[in-house]
């Protein structure tokens, strides 16, 4: 092959480099940028070509702890990197493409999601509070009256205890809510350990029913960001909600499992299941089956995940049970 051969033949890759929206590096086997087109050098604002990549990593990307599988830039922008081999060559081909925007936008949607969400809310505040509250100040009144039995007294205790703490769950699942658009201040959290302290949690709940609970920490524990209060409060919720659907002598587990790149948090029960046509709906704000509560609690639950970069999955099948799975990026210092 001539000079000129080689030279023509490099031509439509040049172009389709330059064309292309994402930036494009390629690297030697050294590590050496012999390759990058435009996209690559305006996005990393930077000289490429001849440089080596670590020396980029270190003077351009600037990780921040909730960056999740994507990283950040010293700009502030945030970008996922593709990497491949450059089969059969010796090298391999990175793949920038910057997620600032669709973040952005994601951002703004769910701000107006929340807003209008909001709005509902607000709405039906009155109406789902009235009832535990009425209920809660005529079992005081009540127990203000001096001539009232023992086990009169006991009874009525217990039911305004129950109805107090409706209360409480509706207003904390409306504030976890009304915060879920927030970022959350992350710590690395050991995933057996916030297994733990939610078994610490649960257990009292636990101890109430006829159910069995338990908890099964992952065979290799691994390292992840997040915010503990915020997942262990989703985590109560997933479980609290499959006691109040399981019958006596149902089973329900918090389990963990984890791989290379992304670890699992999961409760299951083998109790009545949900049916598909609510399945579609779920995670819905103030959808709910109950004759009691907001409907915001899988709301809350699905908020969290993605606040941790993560999702949450559900399988269930009627009759036969329900999962719901926290799938969260793992910490990558420990790769």
């Known amino acids: 092959m001539t000079q000129a051969t080689a030279i023509s033949s490099e031509l439509p890759l040049d172009a389709v480099l330059a064309a292309m929206p994402n930036g494009v590096v390629m690297l030697d086997p050294r590590g050496c940028i012999s390759h990058a087109n435009p996209a690559a050098v305006q996005l990393l604002d930077t000289q490429l070509v001849g440089q080596l990549w670590r020396e980029i990593i270190a003077h351009t990307f600037a990780p921040r702890d909730d960056d ?18 450059l089969s059969p060559h010796p090298g391999q081909l990175i793949v920038i493409t910057d997620m600032s925007e669709t973040r952005a936008l994601q951002a703004r949607v769910s701000q107006m999601q929340r807003l209008s969400a909001m709005g509902r809310m607000v709405a039906s505040l009155a109406h789902q509070i009235r009832t535990p509250l009425s209920a809660a100040m005529l079992y005081a009144q009540n127990l203000c009256r001096d001539n009232l039995p023992l086990v009169q007294r006991t009874k009525f205790s217990s039911k305004l205890s129950a109805r ?27 995933l057996n350990t916030v297994l733990e302290t939610v078994r610490e949690q649960v ?16 065979e290799q524990d691994a390292s992840f960001l997040g915010n503990q209060s915020a997942l262990t409060s989703a985590l109560q919720n997933l479980i609290i909600n499959a006691f109040e659907a399981c019958s006596a002598g149902c089973r329900v587990v918090l389990y963990a499992q984890t791989d290379d790149e992304e670890l699992y948090i999961g409760v299951s029960d083998d109790g009545p299941g949900i049916a598909s046509t609510d399945l579609e709906q779920i995670f819905t704000p103030f959808f709910t089956r109950k004759s009691q509560g907001t409907g915001l609690g899988l709301a809350v639950v699905k908020s969290v995940a993605k606040a941790h970069q993560g999702d949450v999955q559900v399988r269930s099948e009627v009759g036969r049970g329900t999962t719901f799975r926290f799938v969260l990026p793992r910490y990558q210092g420990e790769q």
Request: glycine residues 4%; charged residues 25%; aromatic residues 4%.
């Open 203 to 218: 257990d009292v709940i636990a101890e109430r029913t006829q159910i069995s609970f338990e908890v099964v920490p992952a």
């Open 68 to 85: 999740g599988h994507e990283v950040s830039l010293v700009s502030g922008r945030r970008v996922r990197l593709d990497i491949s081999a």
């Open 164 to 190: 107090l703490q409706d209360l409480e769950q509706q207003v904390n699942d409306m504030l976890l809510f009304a915060k879920s658009g927030e970022q959350l201040p992350v710590e690395r959290l050991q």
